[in-house]
C-alpha cells in the first residue's frame, strides 16, 4: 500500500527572490509522452496524463526538489487529453478521510472515473466523439467534457448516461470555464467562437449566447475581475477579452505572443499566467487598475521553443504552478513568487533580473481589430493527436441569434 500523503510543503517567499525564477523547483520525466498536468486538491500530488492512456500520479517535495512515481492509473486505452480531480469523493480512502476522484477523457472516446486511492475505474461512459476538454463542476460527481466535434456534455457518476448535451459548436471544443453563477459554463472552440451553455438545460435551450466568428482557433479560456471579464488564448496568440453577458464580439485585445496561446490559468483577479508554443510561460495583466491590460513578462521556460506547453495548473494555494509539454522532463514545477509580486506592480527588473524583457502594454491602437495587423507567427504542433479541426468558417444563424441574447438587458 501507497505510504500516506502529507500537505504540500510550503517555501517561504523570501527564499525565491534571490534565485531566478527560470529555474523549476524540479522536474518529472513522465514514462510516456504528457498532454496534461493536475494538481490534487490538498495533497502533494500530481496527475500527468499520458499518450498511452495512462494517468501517472507522482507525490512531490518541493523544498528537496524530489518526486516519485507513487501509481498509475489505467482508464484508457488511448491518448489521455485530460484528468481533474473531483471535489466530491470516494470513501476508500486508507485513512478513512473522502479520497477524490479522478475523472479523466481520452482519444478512445471514453469518459472515466477512477479510484485515487486503488487506481481502480469505477465508471465510464461512451462518448460520441474523442475527448478534449474535461471541467469539474460543483455537486457530487459532475463534471464537464468537450470532445473533437464540438459536442459538449455533463456528466455525473452516479449516472449511466449524461444529464445534459450541447451540439452548437462545429469544431473541437478546447477549454472550459464556469462563471460566477455556478450555472453558465464557457467553452473556446476550434471554430473561432467562444458558446456559453446553461448546465442546467440541454441542447438549444441550453445555448445562452455564442460570440461571432473571431477569424482565429480559440484554444483556452479564464474568467476574470470577479466574473466580468472572459480572456481567451489563440492560435495566432493574441488575447481576445469579452465582456460578461456581451459575448457577441471581444471588447478589448492584449497583443504580445509570439506564437499560440495554449494554456492559461487564472492567478489572480487582475491576472493570468499563460503557457504558449514558444515554451514559454508568462503573466498578464488584464484590466488591472493599475496596469492595465499588459504582458508583463517572461516568468519561466519550460525548455526549448521546439515544443509548446501542452498545459499548465496551479495548486489550491496558489503557491506552485505545473507545466506539461512533450519535451523531457515533460513535467516541471515552478515557485509564483514572480507572478505574484509582478501583479503587484514590481518591475520586471526587480522580479526576473536585469535582462528581463519590459513589459508589453496595449494602448488603444491595439484595441480595435485590424486587418492590417500582422498576426504573430504560428508554430506547427509536434506529436499532437487534438486540436487538429477545421479552422472557423462563417458565423452561422446560432451565432447570429445568440450573440445578441443580452442586447435587450
Partial sequence: PTPPLHSTTRIEPGALRSAAMSTALLSISTEELCFDVQFHPSQPLL???????????????????????????????????????LPQASASSSSGAPAPLLASTSADCFAALA???????VWKCKLKAAGSALLPLSGQERFAIGDDDGGLRIFDGRQKKAAVSWAENSDFISDLAIGEDGTSLCATSGDGTMAVYDVRKSGTKGLIAMSDFQEDELLSVAIVRDGKKVVCGTQTGILPIFS?????????????????????????????ITGSSDGKIRVVAVHSKSLGNAILGVMCE???????IESLSLSADGQYLASASHEQPTVKLWS??????????????????????????????????????????????????????????????????????????
Fill in 47 to 85: 496527475a500527468t496524463s499520458t499518450i498511452t492512456g495512462e494517468i501517472e500520479l507522482h507525490r512531490f517535495d518541493a523544498s528537496a526538489g524530489t518526486s516519485e512515481l507513487v501509481r498509475k492509473i489505467a482508464s484508457h486505452k488511448e491518448s489521455c487529453r485530460s484528468a481533474r480531480f
Fill in 115 to 121: 479510484d485515487v486511492e486503488t487506481a481502480q475505474r
Fill in 244 to 272: 460578461w453577458g456581451d459575448f457577441g464580439d471581444q471588447k478589448d485585445r492584449i497583443k504580445g505572443h509570439e506564437m499560440s496561446v495554449d494554456a492559461m490559468v487564472k492567478f489572480s483577479e487582475d491576472g493570468v
Fill in 302 to 308: 519550460h525548455g526549448g521553443s521546439e515544443y509548446p
Fill in 336 to 409: 509564483t513568487e514572480a507572478a505574484r509580486r509582478l501583479l503587484a506592480g514590481e518591475s520586471v527588473a526587480a522580479v526576473l533580473g536585469e535582462q528581463g524583457p519590459e513589459p508589453v502594454v496595449q494602448d488603444d491602437s491595439d484595441v480595435d481589430s485590424s486587418d492590417e495587423d500582422e498576426g504573430p507567427k504560428k508554430k506547427k504542433r509536434k506529436l499532437k493527436d487534438k486540436k487538429k479541426g477545421k479552422k472557423g468558417g462563417a458565423p452561422n444563424q446560432k451565432q447570429q441569434q445568440a450573440s445578441s441574447f443580452f442586447s435587450g438587458l
